[in-house]
């Protein structure tokens, strides 16, 4: 795992023998994610400068020092990231004639390319990464990321120069750095709790989208940098090239899917796991796993356990709020299979201290709460392994939430109603106040049967209120994955653009509804937020985080799998369960869902008050003018008066303040 940076300036705005120093100073921004060495390259004719930060985990000697050249000395490289099948690649280049200096991975990566060609190339490669490429020979730089976006990879224009890297901040050091705050992206964060691929909250800055590759030539750069084009026409010149595509491998899964008896397709997942397991366990540092206790984590430590000859270091977090505490079931889950197991008891005073960290480790808005939590659990785990495997994943692939149930549900019952009735309905209830519907059920609730029981049953309400107009499948699942209903409404001047869920050229033609949901969840939400989220976390640390769940041969197949093989009595996973359930009995990971959380809420009443109310002041908020106050204040004081539970539109707000608080620092 590494950070990479650069820059391409044909226009020559830096002078030559400031291309070093310069990017340089842009990979050291990134010495988080790869504290063990740095490189620089430059081509000076080219006028393209590389850099990079290393995190040595496959061959630590100098023979996997980046930036590096091929054999042939056609291509340089910097990746970010690992390619898991290298050692079976290695072995089927030398026979044909390759010759190798060490055994990293990357210079397996450059070998490979120069045999096959890089479109050949990559779809051989199994693994994480990102990486940038100079064809010295086409003059040419390649710019690509893994199939389902497991690694970040930045790229835009400043001006004529032409920049990328791993992370924001080292382009905020570039000193053509404009940092100019994006307000029609900000409407899309505020609506989805992160900012959605391709756009980045600067202007002129993306995201190049998972399974792309985006081919910049120095012959375009420079015709740009005489033309001076509008971003919107080099965006239009430069756009990337899918080789990896989720929707043709979703249509095709439901044009085909496996045949198969349910027992053979738990055999076949269960060796698809094994194998992405057992090649994701190659490290020449010591490795570990987080648990959690759940099915996904667990299913991933038990394989881990079964491939190794002694116990697996895992760690799992628990909390001093009960509602929130999964170490006892992780830790049951470790002693029955015999991993070397750590937990790591936190307060709410240990989670707090991290939120003021979390600006500079996001570089940009990010708001999903467990952020928090999984921050932690990196950072203890750090201290005893450089590798963690993880079980992120598993409920986009295998329908684990329980949010595709009752979505389908909702649907099922209102779709045949009339658009008149749906809204009557939905005005009825957003007439009676939550405050008054949770009296109410509060009184009912020794009446009532314990699925009835429930926290916050009017926030329940008013949220199904929301969803009840919804006239298709589709409109259903966007509303609720929508935080702000009406984000350009608080975003002062906004218009959101287009996203891959609002664009039907990425809508597959699946009959399921929660097909639809797991396919949309993993172009949006897996990619922008859970592995955002895992990726910054890690990285702050040092550790390298591997997701055995989400190599493309399981994804493939996961597709095929029929619904019925997932989902029975309106409960998920059930064909990762049989695998599971060969190493793990079912009484130790039969339980509720509860995933990393903390109780924002009550903190934000208690103490977190006075840090809220500082970002959420009105007058601030005006000075700033991103954001309309009126429209906070109102959902603050709601908040803080029991009337509402704003706390996940609040906590977007806070994030927002606090990250615009740090930029304007830098």
């Not at 990979?27 to 994610?33: F, K």
């Not at 009995?585 to 509860?594: A, C, S, T």
Request: aromatic share 10%; proline share 6%.
């Amino acid at each position: 795992m590494c950070g990479l940076a650069g820059f391409f300036d044909p226009s020559g705005r830096l002078k030559t023998e400031e291309l070093g120093p310069t990017v340089q100073r842009m990979a050291d921004t990134l010495q988080h994610r790869g504290p063990d060495d740095a490189g620089t390259w430059v081509d000076e004719d080219a006028r393209l400068a590389l850099g990079h930060r290393r995190l040595s985990i496959v061959d630590l000697s100098s023979h996997g020092h980046q930036p590096m050249q091929s054999m042939c000395g056609r291509f340089v490289i910097v990746l970010n990231g690992e390619i898991y099948n290298f050692a079976a690649l290695r072995v089927e280049l030398e026979q044909l004639g390759q010759r190798f200096r060490g055994h990293s991975d990357t210079e397996v990566m450059l070998a490979a390319i120069s045999q096959w060609g890089w479109e050949a190339a990559l779809a051989r490669f199994n693994g994480m990464f990102a990486f940038v490429l100079w064809d010295r020979h086409e003059r040419t730089l390649h710019l690509g990321r893994d199939r389902l976006g497991e690694k970040p990879l930045y790229y835009g224009w400043m001006g004529e120069i032409f920049v990328f890297a791993s992370e924001l901040k080292a382009l905020s050091v570039h000193p053509r750095f404009r940092g100019d705050i994006n307000r029609d992206v900000l409407a899309l964060y505020f609506r989805h709790n992160y900012v959605p691929t391709p756009f980045s909250i600067y202007r002129d800055v993306y995201k190049l989208p998972a399974g792309c590759v985006l081919k910049v030539s120095a012959c375009a750069l420079e015709r740009r940098a005489t033309f001076s084009p509008s971003p919107e026409d080099a965006t239009a010149s430069w756009k990337p090239m899918r080789y990896w595509s989720l929707k043709e491998v979703s249509q095709n899964g439901c044009a085909a899917p496996f045949q198969g008896t349910e027992s053979e397709a738990a055999e076949y997942l269960g060796f698809l796991l094994a194998d992405a397991v057992r090649l994701q366990m190659a490290a020449d540092v010591p490795l570990g796993s987080f648990l959690s206790g759940g099915i996904d984590s667990s299913t991933v430590v038990a394989l881990m356990q079964a491939a190794s000859g002694q116990p697996v270091k895992t760690f799992s977090l628990g909390c001093d709020e009960g509602e929130h505490n999964e170490a006892e079931d992780a830790k049951a889950v470790a002693q029955h299979l015999g991993t070397d197991h750590t937990d790591l008891h936190v307060t709410a005073k240990d989670a707090m201290a991290v939120i003021p960290q979390l600006p500079a480790l996001y570089d940009e808005p990010f708001s999903d709460s467990s952020q928090i939590p999984v921050y932690l659990i990196a950072r203890h785990a750090r201290r005893d392994v450089t590798v963690c495997l993880s079980g992120d994943g598993g409920d986009e692939l295998f329908a684990g939430y329980n949010s595709y149930f009752w979505a389908q549900n909702i649907w099922r019952h209102t779709r045949l109603l009339p658009p008149l009735l749906r809204h009557a309905t939905a005005g009825t209830l957003r007439m009676i106040p939550p405050q008054t519907w949770n009296i109410a059920f509060a009184k009912l609730a020794a009446l009532l049967p314990s699925r009835w029981q429930q926290s916050e049953p009017g926030d329940k309400l008013h949220r199904l209120a929301d969803l009840l107009p919804a006239g298709t499948p589709h409109a259903l699942y966007y509303t609720l994955v929508s935080r702000w209903r009406t984000p350009t409404a608080l975003v002062v001047n906004s218009n959101e653009p287009p996203t891959m869920l609002t664009n039907s050229e990425y809508r597959p033609a699946l009959s399921d509804f929660v097909q639809h949901m797991m396919y949309f969840d993993l172009m949006t939400y897996l990619t922008d937020d859970i592995l955002v989220k895992v990726d910054r976390a890690s990285m702050g640390v040092g550790l390298e985080v591997r997701i055995p769940l989400l190599d493309y041969r399981v994804v493939e197949f996961a597709r095929r799998i029929p619904i019925s093989m997932l989902v029975k009595n309106n409960r998920g996973k059930w064909l990762l369960r049989q695998v599971l359930h060969r190493h793990v009995p079912e009484r130790l990971v039969n339980r509720p869902k509860l995933g990393f959380s903390v109780p924002i809420s009550s903190w934000l009443r208690g103490p977190m008050r006075d840090w809220a109310e500082a970002l959420l002041c009105a007058k601030r908020l005006q000075h700033d003018g991103y954001l309309n106050p009126g429209i906070i204040c109102q959902k603050w004081n709601e908040h803080l008066r029991g009337i509402r539970n704003w706390s996940r539109e609040l906590w977007e707000v806070l994030m927002f303040q606090a990250w615009h608080e740090n930029a304007q620092r830098l």
